[in-house]
């Protein structure tokens, strides 16, 4: 942004309150989920990640990393589950940090499905899909990135279980002291896999028509409504993004027919990937998305490559609700304060994106300190 119109920005509503379902945010900036890989053993969250959140409380909402539903959901090493009592306990100094600090934090619940590797996987079994189709690229372990396997096909009996894990670990999140959940169905995992067509190539009830390849998702948001109020619970799409060796055919009509579903249940927000993943937002055979916010009936997230400008745009046009911002968050704890101050970003250390500590996690300082 240029000085001439750098306080231009002071008068979007991007950082003003907003009501989201049950929950009031002090903006409309959020912190999209970033797995950072800094979990201890038995995927329990540290202490170190309650300061790392509690550091970036100043977004509207947080949603925290994506975290398993069960140890077959595990796809990377060192990120932390949503899975038993351990767990609860990890999270609920990280949500009490984050309120303490007058933050509102959503837990992302995860399935991998095929991507993973046997070495993350209980006894190390097959990885599982819809169909038993190998995807390109690598898998990152405890000892280094391997190359994907090809997974094992779910059987039909298996769903209710996956189903109900998800139930469990909404559940479980509630306990941690969580304001919601958010449904990860982007990105080629599990539920997404089951959704496009390149990785479901079923024929049963879960394979074939778009009804039938949106059904285990369906089951999934029925479920976690069961136990935690519509008003608590958003879901994540990426409908044109080929992350994780993922397409569709036809994914306007796959995602209109999914997000006109969604609306039986009253979800609070519909975040979107908006474009390739952490690429570029324009993708060959995309469509065009603000379809699918005209359709939901909820908040509208958006997410992808977003810069403030871009931000003040989107919310001068009506084109989100809320806007989602990942990677600044990592090296600019104060984000918000940041934006409001026209103040430049700082940059990101790659090295330490992925494992370790402190180091490029908690102690990048905000504009104050620095």
């Given at each position: 942004?240029?000085?001439?119109?750098?306080?231009?920005?002071?008068?979007?509503?991007?950082?003003?309150?907003?009501?989201?379902?049950?929950?009031?945010?002090?903006?409309?900036?959020?912190?999209?989920?970033?797995?950072?890989?800094?979990?201890?053993?038995?995927?329990?969250?540290?202490?170190?990640?309650?300061?790392?959140?509690?550091?970036?409380?100043?977004?509207?909402?947080?949603?925290?990393?994506?975290?398993?539903?069960?140890?077959?959901?595990?796809?990377?090493?060192?990120?932390?589950?949503?899975?038993?009592?351990?767990?609860?306990?990890?999270?609920?100094?990280?949500?009490?940090?984050?309120?303490?600090?007058?933050?509102?934090?959503?837990?992302?619940?995860?399935?991998?499905?095929?991507?993973?590797?046997?070495?993350?996987?209980?006894?190390?079994?097959?990885?599982?899909?819809?169909?038993?189709?190998?995807?390109?690229?690598?898998?990152?372990?405890?000892?280094?990135?391997?190359?994907?396997?090809?997974?094992?096909?779910?059987?039909?009996?298996?769903?209710?279980?996956?189903?109900?894990?998800?139930?469990?670990?909404?559940q479980l999140s509630l306990q941690a002291g969580f304001d919601g959940v958010e449904i990860h169905a982007a990105n080629g995992y599990l539920l997404?896999?089951?959704?496009?067509?390149?990785?479901?190539?079923?024929?049963?009830?879960?394979?074939?028509?778009?009804?039938?390849?949106?059904?285990?998702?369906?089951?999934?948001?029925?479920?976690?409504?069961?136990?935690?109020?519509?008003?608590?619970?958003?879901?994540?799409?990426?409908?044109?993004?080929?992350?994780?060796?993922?397409?569709?055919?036809?994914?306007?009509?796959?995602?209109?027919?999914?997000?006109?579903?969604?609306?039986?249940?009253?979800?609070?927000?519909?975040?979107?990937?908006?474009?390739?993943?952490?690429?570029?937002?324009?993708?060959?055979?995309?469509?065009?998305?603000?379809?699918?916010?005209?359709?939901?009936?909820?908040?509208?997230?958006?997410?992808?490559?977003?810069?403030?400008?871009?931000?003040?745009?989107?919310?001068?046009?009506?084109?989100?609700?809320?806007?989602?911002?990942?990677?600044?968050?990592?090296?600019?704890?104060?984000?918000?304060?940041?934006?409001?101050?026209?103040?430049?970003?700082?940059?990101?250390?790659?090295?330490?994106?992925?494992?370790?500590?402190?180091?490029?996690?908690?102690?990048?300082?905000?504009?104050?300190?620095?």
């Amino acid at each position: 942004m240029t000085n001439a119109n750098t306080n231009a920005h002071l008068h979007s509503d991007l950082f003003k309150p907003m009501q989201l379902g049950a929950v009031q945010l002090q903006n409309r900036i959020v912190m999209a989920p970033l797995t950072r890989s800094r979990a201890k053993a038995g995927d329990v969250p540290t202490e170190l990640a309650a300061e790392y959140y509690a550091q970036r409380a100043g977004a509207g909402l947080i949603i925290a990393e994506a975290t398993q539903i069960s140890p077959q959901g595990k796809g990377y090493a060192w990120t932390p589950g949503i899975y038993n009592e351990s767990h609860v306990a990890g999270w609920k100094k990280i949500t009490d940090a984050v309120h303490a600090k007058g933050g509102r934090i959503f837990l992302q619940l995860w399935h991998v499905g095929r991507i993973s590797h046997p070495d993350l996987q209980p006894g190390n079994a097959l990885p599982v899909a819809p169909s038993a189709i190998k995807p390109e690229g690598n898998a990152f372990t405890e000892s280094g990135f391997k190359p994907f396997v090809e997974p094992r096909a779910l059987d039909a009996s298996e769903l209710p279980a996956i189903v109900e894990q998800y139930k469990i670990a909404a559940q479980l999140s509630l306990q941690a002291g969580f304001d919601g959940v958010e449904i990860h169905a982007a990105n080629g995992y599990l539920l997404d896999q089951f959704l496009r067509d390149k990785t479901n190539q079923r024929t049963d009830n879960y394979g074939g028509s778009i009804e039938n390849r949106a059904r285990l998702l369906l089951e999934v948001v029925e479920a976690v409504t069961s136990v935690i109020p519509g008003e608590r619970v958003g879901i994540r799409l990426s409908p044109i993004s080929p992350a994780n060796d993922i397409a569709d055919s036809n994914p306007k009509a796959l995602f209109s027919y999914v997000v006109e579903q969604l609306n039986r249940y009253k979800l609070v927000y519909l975040h979107v990937v908006e474009g390739a993943t952490g690429g570029p937002r324009e993708v060959e055979g995309g469509f065009d998305l603000q379809i699918l916010r005209d359709l939901f009936k909820g908040i509208y997230i958006a997410n992808n490559g977003y810069d403030l400008e871009m931000a003040v745009k989107a919310r001068d046009r009506n084109l989100a609700d809320l806007v989602a911002f990942g990677r600044p968050w990592i090296a600019n704890p104060d984000l918000v304060e940041r934006f409001k101050a026209g103040a430049p970003l700082a940059e990101i250390n790659q090295a330490t994106l992925y494992g370790g500590g402190a180091e490029g996690y908690t102690d990048y300082p905000t504009l104050q300190q620095s």
